[in-house]
């Protein structure tokens, strides 16, 4: 694990639906990671000003920046799990699920990766 707490990995993760100069030599699982997040009453002030100066919400920015990466992480560390070295086709998703709280889903396919033949 590095300093700022991120994982040191050398996997591969793409939206895409292969790699190029790579092919899968084994499918092995769906994999997800999720964050799920609460407004700050600070943030929500200070967004509320914005609302009418306009400009952007960098408090909001900032806490969905960060959900992203914790997401990203669970998805890496599950695909570690299950012995894959790449997740492709991953994709975002963000959801409300109470007042104020929201998730931040990824999901994609973890796979094991060879040089293409």
């Avoid at 700022?4 to 030599?25: F, K, Q, R, S």
């Avoid at 990671?33 to 609302?51: C, E, I, N």
């Avoid at 920046?65 to 799990?81: D, G, N, P, V």
């Amino acid at each position: 694990m590095n300093v700022d707490g991120t994982l040191e990995t050398e996997m591969i993760v793409t939206n895409l639906e292969y790699y190029p100069g790579m092919e899968i030599a084994q499918h092995l699982s769906l994999v997800q990671g999720s964050s799920v997040r609460a407004k700050h009453a600070g943030r929500d002030f200070m967004a509320s000003l914005k609302s009418i100066f306009g400009g952007e919400l960098v408090g909001y920015t900032e806490l969905l920046h960060e959900s992203r990466e914790e997401a990203l992480q669970r998805l890496i560390l599950q695909a570690q799990s299950v012995g894959a070295n790449a997740v492709l086709n991953v994709r975002f998703s963000t959801s409300s699920i109470a007042n104020g709280a929201a998730e931040i889903f990824i999901y994609g396919t973890a796979v094991i990766l060879r040089p293409a033949a």
